[in-house]
């Protein structure tokens, strides 16, 4: 681009992503020894630009460079669908792996900028994405299926902000229990997850090592009563106890505290946690913000391409689940460098409106915080 040409608003919503880095990874792989023009740079360019648009496949994608401006973003005028098949079969995830990463601390800067950081609420979970058997052998799960699983962390700073912190891509015979000690590796953040990682001894393992966490318990988990505790009367919820879990032959040997809680259906949950510092209402409050999870996987599969993959092996698939969660740690970077209050789909909304236009006329949409 001319130092005289105004940055366009895909160049200021992409300046955050270090480019030096993923060159040096991709010199040190000899990623692009007989490139000349799809370097890894211009394919993370184009990636980032068909998960913004929801790209079906990589002929749409090729044929968007039919396309001036994105010409000259990218610095050649065509590209064919082949072409853009290899290099997708080719580039290390390890590079967009590190790349997304790096989104992640700058997300993390922001968030000890703010006064009176409360111990991070961290919730884990994971979401199945489902796969042709005939093309996608390597993900086999069932007789009849197969798929690949994205276990996540999710970092819950409020209502309003919610970043990935740590992603985890497997075939979806995986069980999510496997990868929770990947997944908690803070003992200054307040874990939550659902009832498929139940593990008494795992439960154990983590309080004696201080990590907090809560959970919900299993219908038919068993339990015996320690204490039951005092509820104001205003509180919510229905009962308060210190416990042990688990029978004779399955059980953990640390107590814990069961807070008995309603659903919106009127269905009792059973609140597991090593927290006995919370009110019996707050212990409720955070295990209501897992949800934030699912929103965000019913975000990323609404608003970005990872329900159709440009590409058949286990390499393109994570290469292609690592620039969806690029593309949402960019907009949550300009969600905060603008203090917006915006709604994530309106920033990509009004990306795509000015994509190509001076980045300043982008922004300035931001400037008005009235509306949601």
Known sequence: MDKNTPLSSFSKWISPIHFKKAFEQTENLKQDYYTKKLTTEAYIKMLLFAQLHETESLQAMSDALLDDDFQKTLGFDSISASQL?????????????TLFLDLVCQIKAFHKKQPN???????????TLPLNLTNYKWAKFRKTKAG????????????????????????????????????????????????????????????????????RLKKNAVIREVHSFSLPPESAVLSDKMVYIGSTQNRAENVFRLVEVEDTKGNVLRLITNRFDLSADEISDIYRSRWAIELFFKWLKQHVEIKHFYGMS?????????????????????????KSKRSLLRISRWLKAALWKPAYLWLRRFENQTVP
């Not at 950081?117 to 979401?127: C, E, F, N, R, Y």
């Not at 690029?326 to 603008?338: G, K």
Request: proline share 3%; charged share 25%; with cysteine.
């Open 314 to 338: 286990e390499t393109a698939l994570q290469n292609q689940i690592y620039i969806a969660l690029i593309t949402y740690c960019l907009h949550v970077l300009i969600q905060l460098e603008t």
């Open 148 to 215: 690949a699983k994205l276990h996540l962390k999710l970092v819950f700073m409020d209502k309003h902000t919610v970043y990935p912190e740590k992603a985890v891509i497997t075939p979806a015979k995986e069980h999510d229990r496997n990868q929770l000690e990947i997944l908690v590796d803070d003992k200054e953040a307040m874990y939550v997850f659902d009832r498929g990682y139940v593990d008494y001894e795992r439960f154990d393992r983590m309080t004696d090592e201080g990590y907090f966490f809560a959970s």
């Open 117 to 127: 950081a409360s111990m991070p609420l961290k919730v884990i979970d994971s979401s």
């Open 85 to 97: 098949s290899r290099k997708n079969n080719e580039v290390a995830p390890t590079i967009l792996a």
